[in-house]
């Protein structure tokens, strides 16, 4: 596909809205079953451990989410909850267990980690085979030179978004906004793998609006809320929404917003949602990566 050339500026036309929600429950049931297969054929049942430190609000809800999508999709899930003043070699004691333990199949360590712990020393430690999140260094690099691993759950939605209404990427201008180890990094990655033409911007990038202009497939993660306005993107082009914001509106009441102006992009091939695009994708991927180390895991024996 290549969005720039379907547009012509004397047609309005309506963006696609790509459902986030329809395509991570198909991707959960379709885990579901390779977990069901898997354990029937081998006895590996796969298991995600979770490990939450302290009370962050947000992290508990993810944590919960997380937790109840790992038991629907009929596999096991082992919580770990520390408290916020624990130390980092109680941290990283439960870690090497979690590692040694041969019924662990992913280990998810919820960021962001109190002040006292290092986060890089306790991703680190994580056994790559088991690194569901996609963060340790081998599986960084495995990532940035093409030869597979396991890749970081929100960018791997981003793809598969991106999958349901992009044919051919090769050749096409991708920008991405935001330079974070957990989506624009990454995402970056995956997109040049797929050969498009790669900019990554972030807060010191001057003159954004002109370089989103060139973009025939945008990834907004910059954590800013209505960031990117109608008026900077190509017409035909593709946006995945990776932001979600808490704001109060008018009224007092709260609501998610994206980092994009959606109701501005009417003339976008397609755009994600917020909420209801990236958001879903996200556990639906921890999930695949779960099943995946589960099955290297039992092919090893
Ligand atoms: N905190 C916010 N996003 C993530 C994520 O993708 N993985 C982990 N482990 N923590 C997070």
Partial sequence: MTPAQSYSATEPRMAAVIDGKALARTIGEDTARQAAALHERTG????????????????????????????????????????????????????????????VHGILVQL???????????????????????????????????????????????????????????GLNAVVIGKSNIVGKPVAMLLLERECTVTVTHIATKGLPDIVRTADIVV???????????????PGAVVIDVGITRVMDEDGKERLV???AFDELGHAAAVTPVPGGVGPMTIACLLANTVQAAKRAAALG
């Fill in 44 to 103: 590996v049942l796969p298991t995600l451990a979770v490990v939450l430190v302290g009370e962050d609000p947000a992290s508990q809800v993810y944590v919960r989410r997380k937790v109840k999508e790992t038991k629907a999709a009929g596999m096991r899930s082992i919580e770990h909850r520390l408290d916020a003043s624990i130390g980092e070699d109680e941290l990283l004691a439960l870690i090497a267990s979690l590692n040694a333990d041969p019924f």
């Fill in 112 to 170: 962001p980690l109190p002040r006292q712990i290092d986060a890089t020393r306790v991703l680190d430690a994580i056994d790559p085979t088991k690194d569901v999140d996609g963060f340790h260094p081998v599986n960084v690099g495995r990532l940035s030179t093409g030869i597979g691993g396991l890749v970081p759950c929100t960018p791997l939605g981003c793809m598969r978004l991106l999958d349901t209404v992009v044919r051919d990427y090769r």
């Fill in 220 to 234: 907004a993660a910059a954590g800013s809320p209505r960031l990117v306005r109608g008026e900077w993107v190509k």
């Fill in 258 to 260: 994206g980092d994009c």
